[in-house]
């Protein structure tokens, strides 16, 4: 029960106020709150517009290298998209090359929804690698 | 919103920064007579793959339409290169 519910119940028990005020009380915080809480979830988990790909290493002589790239999640949908432009001849190609290297992989079950709906769940990934003198970060922000 | 300026900054050896900065629009009024040679160059390699040319020019829009705000940095030793896409 809510803070201000129990004051609610509160003042009705002492004859504050009556049971209609209560009542309408009551339905007004319970408006108040699911806004409140939708708010302060769409806050607290912006949606991410970039991937990014930030890799730092040593390099023997003693200085560094880096590498930061940052591709923004709608190219990676528009990329997915053109998946199905892939003529069915390519698709069948590839999947018999696939099929002779072991992989027998059918590209026909992999819809370009499925491909969107992986993008769109990227948010959630954070691949950290961290080596002596390397150190990879995989993100979305 | 389709790219309006790409900027390319090459950091040489010596330690200097060479910047370019390419505006996209005017680069293509200006290549526009190629662009188009490169149009119908794409719709018969369409039809001789067997590919929507419609569907091939959304899509190439579509990608082009997402590509401000990619940027990559590539930096080895004293040499560098930044590209940028606003």
Known sequence: MSEQRRQILEMLAEGKITADEAERLINAVEREQPESS???????????????????SADGSGGQDRINVQVPLQLLRA????????PPRAITLANEELDKSGFPIDLNELKPQQLEELIDHLDEVIVDIDDADTSIRVFCE | ????LVTVRRRRADGRW????????????????LLLLAVVGGVVACFMFDV??????????????ALPGTRFEFEEGRTALHVRIR
């Open chain 2, 52 to 65: 929507r040319p419609l569907g091939a020019l959304r899509g190439i829009g579509r990608v082009l339409w």
């Open chain 2, 18 to 33: 060479r910047r370019l900065f390419i505006p996209v629009v005017p680069v293509a009024l200006l290549l526009s007579p």
């Open chain 1, 38 to 56: 939708l708010g302060i979830g769409a806050r607290s988990k912006a949606k991410p517009k970039y991937l990014r790909v930030v890799l730092n």
């Open chain 2, 1 to 4: 919103m389709i790219p309006q």
């Open chain 1, 79 to 86: 990329g997915v998209r053109l998946t199905s432009l892939i």
